[in-house]
């Protein structure tokens, strides 16, 4: 579960607008619409597919840069994505990751992690004095 | 209908850039499955609008020097002589 809808409980369809391109050819008076291609290659669905991905990243990865205030709602709406269920815009992570537990003490966790450093710098340390075996 | 480079004047195939509005879903592995895509802009407001007549650039080099002729007839007389021909 990465993204979740706060009035119906939805955690798997969603909406988003992104930007896409596409390819016009003016060919003897008509107008063509297609995907744009360079060597087979299709950029469109390419551009549409990074886009998508890129947004959402963004939005999982900034939960709270993606959600803006409404006074009359009174509460955060996402500015990026809907609930492709029912519509609503209160779409947030599930959890938070700013919790006072998440973490111990930082001197503690240094405390305890003493050991293994000073193994990890002399291992640095005696790392090119190392006992020559085969002495010419 | 005709676009034209104004830069190159070659190539006769365009780039416009279009907002969609894309459903999708989360896989159960994680990554996206994309389900419906709607436009959220009209392609002959686009291309009848001269705000967005510089979103749109040339292929072949890039230009967003673009011209377009909705008409390709110039005067009355062609007209009448494509229509003769149809």
Known sequence: MQLICHDCWNYTYFEVDVETLRELKADSGQLVVKDTKFDDFNYSQSMLRDNLNDIVQYVIKQNGDALIWDSESNSYLNNYISCARCGSKRVTKPYSSWHSNRHQNLDKELLANHKEFTELRRERKYANRMPVLWKE | ?86
């Open chain 2, 1 to 86: 209908m005709q676009i034209e480079c104004l830069s190159c004047g070659r190539s006769n195939e365009f780039l416009l850039p279009l907002w969609v509005s894309t459903t999708f879903k989360f896989k159960e592995d994680g990554t996206l499955s994309i389900l419906h895509v709607k436009p959220l802009e009209s392609l002959e407001d686009k291309l009848t609008d001269n705000k967005s007549l510089r979103e749109i650039s040339c292929k072949e080099c890039g230009s967003n020097e673009v011209d377009i002729v909705f008409n390709e007839y110039d005067n009355q007389d062609d007209e009448v002589s494509a229509l003769e021909g149809l």
